[in-house]
């Protein structure tokens, strides 16, 4: 299902800040190369996470699935001078052009990237965060919550990708794998007395949760 009118896009596009030119360009190689490149963050999204970054100023950000590094770019650039990011990767591939693409944006001293599974590695991170980006598989969002919840700080912000998941959510039965697993975290959000939060329709869905 197409959630945002074409037209629409494309105007929002022309009046938000352009996109650098590492990032245009890492979107076009991913778009010509990459097995699924839709999966990419991309200009809007990608403009939304890096002003919500210099907003927030983050020593700490954590990043659950890296893909190619367009999204813990912009999510890098509002680090305080201190800032470390710490994204998560679980395939090698992608995790070598992400690197790549870190260096080419001058951030490779900002960012550390694990590869692995991030329910395994989660854990072992013993940092307090100010801002998270969940963006992995959806069958792991709800216990990524959970794990992550306690380590983010007072007034901290997650921000999960896909909870619209191309519509799936929308239909009157929510069928199939992934779409239940956004439908039971999205319920599961909603009903945490811990948070407060505001779903955006932005692109695929942007849950945006503040720790109170
Ligand atoms: C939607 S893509 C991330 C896109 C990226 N955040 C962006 O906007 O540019 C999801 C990524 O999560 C990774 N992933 C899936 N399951 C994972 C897991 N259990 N642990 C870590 N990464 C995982 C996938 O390999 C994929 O590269």
Not at 60 to 84: F, H, N, Q, W
Not at 91 to 119: C, K, Y
Request: aromatic share 6%.
């Amino acid at each position: 299902m197409e959630l945002i009118h074409p037209l629409a896009e494309a105007y929002a596009s022309k009046y938000s800040t352009a996109a650098d030119t590492v990032l245009k360009q890492i979107e076009a190689t991913t778009s010509a190369s990459h097995a699924q490149p839709h999966m990419i963050s991309g200009h809007l999204q990608g403009q939304f996470l890096e002003i919500i970054s210099k907003l927030l100023q983050p020593r700490r950000i954590l990043e659950i699935g890296t893909m190619v590094g367009y999204s813990s770019i912009c999510l890098a650039k509002g680090l305080a001078p201190d800032g470390v990011l710490h994204t998560i990767e679980l395939r090698e591939e992608d995790a070598a052009i992400a690197r790549r693409h870190f260096e080419q944006a001058g951030l490779a001293q900002q960012i550390q990237l694990h590869v692995g599974n991030a329910i395994e590695i989660i854990p072992q991170l013993e940092e307090s965060w100010d801002l998270v980006f969940l963006d992995a598989d959806k069958t792991g969002y709800a216990a990524y919550y959970q794990l992550i919840l306690p380590r983010l700080r007072t007034g901290g912000l997650l921000l999960a990708d896909n909870v619209l998941f191309h519509g799936e959510v929308l239909k009157e039965e929510v069928k199939g794998k992934n779409p239940k697993a956004v439908q039971a975290f999205n319920e599961l959000v909603a009903a945490d007395e811990r948070v407060e939060k505001i779903m955006l329709t932005l692109r695929d869905g942007l849950f945006l949760i503040r720790k109170k």
